[in-house]
């Protein structure tokens, strides 16, 4: 995605509205509080995107992150994709390197910089490591210790099973990872390809990239939010246990709560949903769509939408639209894309737009409103105006590297203390001197 003054995206899409150009000036960033100013956070996380991730989202909202890392740095620092062109530094690690401080201290092997890290965490708010638990207490900078001097510390670890339990004890020398933790957590079992494939055929499916890990940051960053305000409250700090397995089971939510009730699990099945249908992805002439019609009313508009109303005594309720028969599933997905193929994705989409307008406005439309969304590409949806309008990327430099990055931009829009990318510069160690200088050096 190419970056576009205002006058060129104004020319490409359209002026706004003035009330448009209203609501954006509100979340503007600019001239308004970083809410944690004042905050240090410590990020101790080693080999390990989730504890990167949860430091990155306290970094956009103005607390002083500062990265520990050895000498040669994170491992992190060289997931892929990586090369040359951006100085042996992967693209991951550039892209959560935001507003970030970055120190060397060999936690591992070094008695003397375990001390120093020691001294940090007595000024700091916040601590994230991602180290087997129990690790960092057998250094004498676990929780135990750290709280002795800093009863206020707010402690986040990230481990596969957490802190306790007999999983914790039996996998802690199991390094996390995001293919694990959604392995784990059952999620995969739940999504295949094609119902027709059976059992053990249909292959699970892992969700995109590092989701496990960014729900685990994600976690991570609320609890610590939380505990923020809480210490706020009372002066108390507070230890947060986040394991990733659960963190990421958490998504699997209703299919294991249906398969404890009917003593049965759901098997992978594909395009279809778990609960009520149609909910999901069909061809249309120029690509693919996704439907969301799962309610009775939303059914029938879509039957309407699509000129199949001649179906809807057969597939009246929704009772008749749980896929717990795959058979009959299918073939009402069948049907839907004998129809879908004879469209344009945007003339479905424009034709679901125009139902839901005129039934917002219909008392005898029953207020059906089918959900149709084209299933876009990366390259299609970064070009989506949406995305330029709200400020959704932005280009940032990274001066050791010397190249220039557009960054994700963070999803939240506030209009009193909003969350902003002010730098990325990742070199190892670049704020040694200004970290002991300013959180170390005598009074």
Known sequence: MTTETKEAIYTRYGRPSELARALAQIMDPEGKPEVLEDVLVLDASYANFAGIIAASFFAEFGAEVVKIEPPTGDPARHMTPEGEEVGEVGIPFIVEGRNKRYMTLDLINSPTDRETFKKLARRAAIVIETFPAGKMDSWGIGYRQLKEENPGLIYIAITPYGQYTKKARDFSQMPDSDITAQAGSG???????????????????????????????LSAALGGAIALVHRQNTGEGQMIDVASMDAYAN???????????????????????????????????????????????????????????????????????????????????????????NFNADELVAKALNYSKKSARSKWRGGGVPIVMRVMTPVTALANKQWHIRKAFQEVEDPALGKKFILNTSFVKMSGSPPRIKWVATEIGKDNDYIRQKYLAEK
């Open 187 to 217: 999620l995969p079992a739940n999504m295949g390809d094609i119902p027709e494939a059976g059992e053990p055929y249909n292959w699970p499916l892992k969700a995109g990239l590092w989701a496990a890990w960014y729900i685990s940051g």
């Open 251 to 341: 998504m699997v939510t209703i299919p294991p709560a249906i398969g404890f009730t009917w003593e049965k699990a759901r098997p992978r099945i594909g395009v279809l949903d778990f609960i009520l249908y149609p909910y999901g992805h069909w061809h249309c002439k120029d690509g693919m769509v996704a439907i969301a019609a799962p309610r009775d009313h939303d059914f029938r508009a879509l039957l309407k939408i699509l000129d199949l109303w001649e179906i809807e005594d057969d597939w009246r309720h929704s009772s008749d639209r749980i896929p717990d028969i795959l058979e009959q599933a299918t073939h009402l997905h069948k049907i839907i894309q004998e129809k879908t193929v």
